[in-house]
C-alpha cells in the first residue's frame, strides 16, 4: 500500500509540473508539402503576461520515429525560472512521414520538401503567427539522431536563418571508416544467409531499415532498377552479394555533414555545440569524435560534449545546449521591427582557436556603436588583463589575447557596454 501511494505521488508531481508548461499542440498548412502538419510550440513563463514583449525561438528537430519534444521541456523551463537562461519559445514540427518513417530533414521526391517546409514554411508561420524575435540573431537549432543531421544540415546551408546549433548523437560523417566497417556487418547479420542478399525494409532489422532510410534522402530514385531491394524506390548502396556501389555511396556522401561543413567559415558566426555518448548503439561516436579534427583544420569554433551514454540524449546535454544557445542569442524584449532593446552583442562563439596553447581570437559584432570593455578574468574571478577599453563602431572586430606566461587552465572573456555584459568561457592548454 505505501509503495502504491509513493508511486501515485510521483505520477501526480509529474503531472502537475507538465501541466504548468505553457506548450500548445496545433497544426498549420504547408505550401511546400501541400497539407497540415503537427506542431508543438513551448511558450515561456510569462508570454501572456507581456504582450509588448518578443522572445527568441529554438526549433528542435526530433529523431527518426520520435516525436517528442516534452522530454526537453523540463529542464528548459527549470533553467528559465531559476534564471539561468532567458525566456524563450520552443517549437518542434513533426517530421514522420512515409515510407521510411522520417524525412532526413531534406526534401526527397519520396516524401516530399521537408526541407522548404521547415526553413521556410514553418518559420514563415511562427513569425506572423506568434510573438517572436524575426531573424537571425533570434533562431537556433536543437537536434537529436536524425534531428542533429538536420540541425547541422541547416545550420550550414541556411546560415542566414540560424544564429546556432546543438547536435547530439548525428550522422555527421559517415564516411568514418570504422562505422563503415562496423555499419556494414551489422547489415549483413540483419540479412542473414547468403551469399545473395535480399534487403527489405519491412521483414528486417533496424541498420538496414536505418539504410533504406538514408538512401531515401540522398539517393532516392523511383525507377530503380535493384531487383534485390524492397520497396524498390532508391539506389541502395550495397549490392545483392554485400559489396558497396562506390558510385551510389560517392553521391550520398556528397551529402554528408562532413562534406558539407566547408561551406562553413568562421566568418558565418554560426554557433556549433555538438555531443555524442560513447556506447553509442548505433557506432555514432567514433564518427562524432574525428569530426572535431575537420572543425579544427578549418578553424570553425566549437564545443565538443563527450559522455557515456547511449543514443539517448542525457540531462547534462539538454542543460548544457540551453545555455550554450542562450548565451549566443537576442534575449525578449520589445521589438518595433527595426530594433531590438536591451539586446545582446554577438559575442562568444568567436574566439579561436579555443582551446589555445598562448594566443587567441576574439571576435565580436555591434549593432550600432558603443564604448566597450574586454577583459580577462580567471577561475577566481580575477580581473587579469584588459584587452580593449574604448569605443568601437558598428560592425564586426576582432581582437587577439596573448596570455603570455600564464599558466594552462580555464579563464573568462567578458565584454560590458553600458546596457549589458556577456562572457565567454576559454581554455588554455
Known amino acids: 500500500m505505501k509503495k502504491f501511494t509513493i508511486i501515485t505521488v510521483i505520477l501526480m508531481t509529474a503531472n502537475l509540473l507538465f501541466a504548468q508548461y505553457n506548450k500548445i499542440d496545433t497544426s498549420f498548412y504547408s505550401q511546400a508539402l501541400g497539407e497540415e502538419k503537427m506542431v508543438d510550440i513551448y511558450f515561456p513563463p510569462g508570454y501572456d503576461e507581456n504582450p509588448n514583449w518578443h522572445y527568441p525561438v529554438i526549433y528542435y528537430l526530433h529523431g527518426w520515429n520520435d516525436n517528442n519534444m516534452g522530454v526537453m521541456l523540463y529542464t528548459l523551463q527549470e533553467l528559465i525560472n531559476n534564471g539561468t537562461i532567458e525566456p524563450v519559445i520552443m517549437v518542434g514540427a513533426d517530421n514522420y512521414c512515409l515510407p521510411f518513417g522520417g524525412s532526413y530533414y531534406v526534401n526527397s521526391v519520396l516524401w516530399g520538401d521537408y526541407e522548404d517546409y521547415m526553413v521556410s514554411d514553418l518559420i514563415d508561420w511562427i513569425d506572423s503567427s506568434f510573438r517572436t524575435i524575426p531573424g ?3 533562431r537556433a537549432l536543437l537536434g537529436h539522431s536524425m534531428g542533429g543531421y538536420g540541425a547541422f544540415r541547416y545550420g550550414i546551408l541556411h546560415k542566414d536563418k540560424f544564429r546556432a546549433l546543438s547536435s547530439f548523437a548525428g550522422a555527421i560523417n559517415r564516411r568514418d571508416p570504422y562505422f563503415v566497417e562496423q555499419f556494414g556487418i551489422k547489415v549483413f547479420q540483419e540479412n542473414q544467409p547468403g551469399p545473395t542478399f535480399f534487403y527489405d525494409f519491412y521483414n528486417t532489422g533496424s541498420f538496414t531499415m536505418s539504410l533504406f532510410l538514408a538512401s531515401g534522402a540522398w539517393t532516392p530514385n523511383l525507377n530503380s532498377q535493384q531487383i534485390y531491394i524492397n520497396p524498390q524506390n532508391v539506389d541502395f548502396p ?3 552479394y554485400g559489396d558497396p556501389i562506390d558510385t551510389i555511396g560517392a553521391k550520398s556522401y556528397l551529402q554528408d555533414i ?6 562553413l567559415s568562421p566568418v558565418d558566426s554560426v554557433g556549433i555545440l555538438f555531443g555524442c555518448g560513447s556506447n553509442d548503439q548505433w557506432l555514432l561516436y567514433p564518427m562524432n569524435i574525428t569530426f572535431k579534427d575537420s572543425l579544427d583544420l578549418m578553424g570553425l569554433p566549437y564545443e565538443f560534449y563527450d559522455c557515456t551514454s547511449g543514443h539517448a540524449m542525457p540531462a547534462g546535454f539538454k542543460q548544457r545546449s540551453f545555455i550554450f544557445l542562450d548565451s549566443l542569442l537576442m534575449p525578449p524584449g520589445i521589438y518595433t521591427g527595426t530594433h531590438q532593446t536591451n539586446q545582446k552583442i554577438i559575442f562568444g562563439v568567436h574566439n579561436y582557436p579555443n582551446p589555445f596553447d598562448q594566443t587567441t581570437n576574439i571576435e565580436f559584432s555591434l549593432k550600432e556603436e558603443r564604448k566597450i570593455t574586454v577583459s580577462i578574468y580567471n577561475q ?12 568601437k563602431e558598428k560592425g564586426i572586430h576582432q581582437l587577439t ?4 606566461n600564464l599558466p594552462s587552465g580555464i579563464y573568462f572573456i567578458e565584454l560590458q557596454t553600458d546596457q549589458s555584459t556577456t562572457a565567454q568561457k576559454i581554455i588554455k592548454k
Open 401 to 404: 589575447w596573448d596570455s603570455e
Open 258 to 263: 562532413a562534406y558539407l561543413i566547408h561551406q
Open 136 to 138: 537571425r540573431d533570434a
Open 380 to 391: 577566481l574571478g580575477e580581473k587579469i588583463a584588459i584587452i580593449f577599453n574604448g569605443i
Open 238 to 240: 550495397a549490392d545483392e
